[in-house]
């Protein structure tokens, strides 16, 4: 079976389309990397080098310091798919920033989008 073509496409291709979309919303690139990093355990610089450099998504996430253990805590649908229900390791991490980062879009409070206990 074929690779997802999602994999090999940079992680700065990704990161400049999630910035365009939640400045529409009037959010802004702060927010987007804050969520990144809470979910991949990069630090900004970490995060920085890895957009210069177009590492793949697939290598992104193979590199990253540590997946949040809150992580299995985001649920909802992205792309008609419930991200919970999503089998492919790499695949459901690359929806849980999606959803991360439509979650900023919408307006959602950081606490509630970092998964944050009251």
């Known amino acids: 079976m074929a690779e997802h073509r999602i994999?090999?496409?940079s992680l700065g291709s990704m990161h400049?389309?999630?910035?365009?979309?939640v400045e529409r919303k009037g959010r802004t690139r702060d927010e987007v990397d804050q969520v990144i990093a809470w979910l991949t355990g990069y630090?900004?610089?970490?995060?920085?080098r890895a957009i210069d450099a177009g590492v793949s998504l697939r290598d992104f996430f193979a590199?990253?310091?540590?997946?949040?253990?809150?992580?299995h805590l985001i649920?909802?649908?992205i792309c008609g798919v419930r991200v919970e229900d999503i089998e492919d390791p790499l695949m459901q991490q690359i929806r849980w920033m999606d959803k991360l980062v439509d979650e900023v879009a919408r307006g959602k409070n950081m606490a509630s989008i970092l998964r944050t206990p009251a």
């Open 43 to 48: 630090d900004r610089e970490g995060l920085n």
């Open 7 to 9: 994999y090999g496409m």
């Open 75 to 77: 649920t909802g649908v």
């Open 16 to 21: 400049q389309l999630y910035v365009n979309k």
């Open 63 to 71: 590199e990253a310091p540590g997946m949040n253990a809150s992580a």
